[in-house]
């Protein structure tokens, strides 16, 4: 079930990769989203995975709130890695798998800004 989960990501990744343009995602440092909201319930990410898919995916997810920060790589195709820039393809609605904005993602999460 986790790699068809994995791969079904992956597959969502690399379909908007391909339909959007990386220049148009904001550059988004996975540590700044952890030092911003706190540890994260669980984050996934496809970086070692065996067989890696072409293009790498994280996501961050804040269970309770319900938002999924979800990245890909700022990186060629195929690269290894370790990877030092990720851009945000979007967040997402756990419950409902559902794009959400960064206000709401940020009125959901209020409480854990570290001030």
Request: charged share 30%.
């Amino acid at each position: 079930m986790k790699q068809i989960l994995r791969l079904f990501f992956g597959l969502v990744a690399a379909m908007i990769w391909l339909s959007v343009s990386a220049k148009d995602m904001p550059d988004i440092d996975p540590n700044a989203v952890v030092a911003k909201y706190g540890k994260p319930d669980r984050v996934q990410s496809t970086e070692y995975d065996k067989p890696r898919p072409p293009q790498v995916t994280k996501m961050i997810e804040y269970r309770k709130e319900s938002v999924r920060f979800m990245l890909v790589a700022d990186a060629p195709v195929g690269s290894p890695p370790p990877y030092k820039s990720w851009k945000l393809m979007g967040l997402q609605d756990m419950r409902y798998n559902l794009a959400i904005s960064q206000e709401e993602a940020d009125k959901r999460l209020a409480y854990r800004v570290k001030k």
